[in-house]
């Protein structure tokens, strides 16, 4: 699911989010910033290090669910075998299984 990330209705990347953790309701992926974008400012962890809850003056949308009710962490490496990744978590489970019932990693963790 291709997703963008705003702060105050300014987009600071996007990321597709391609893997899930269904029982924790947790979907997460490859994020690509925009110019404005600012790894101090955005990134809840940095190099491996957790500087803190950045995800809060952050929201996720998409263009055929739009505002996705969810936390949301961005992990920043410079290491390109790792890069930045964007986690979100689903405060409502049915809002997650409306969404990813039938990814592949949804469907396998529950047997359908």
Do not use: C
């Amino acid at each position: 699911m291709q997703v963008s990330v705003h702060q105050d209705g300014t987009v600071i990347g996007t990321a597709i989010l391609e893997h899930l953790d269904p029982p924790m309701g947790i979907a997460f992926g490859p994020f690509l910033p925009r110019d404005r974008y600012n790894r101090d400012q955005h990134a809840n962890t940095v190099e491996g290090d957790y500087i803190g809850d950045r995800g809060r003056a952050l929201s996720v949308h998409t263009d055929e669910h739009g505002r996705l009710d969810v936390l949301i962490a961005i992990d920043d490496r410079a290491d390109p075998k790792v890069g930045r990744q964007l986690t979100v978590w689903f405060q409502d489970s049915s809002h997650f299984a409306a969404l990813f019932s039938t990814h592949e990693d949804y469907q396998t963790y529950y047997g359908r």
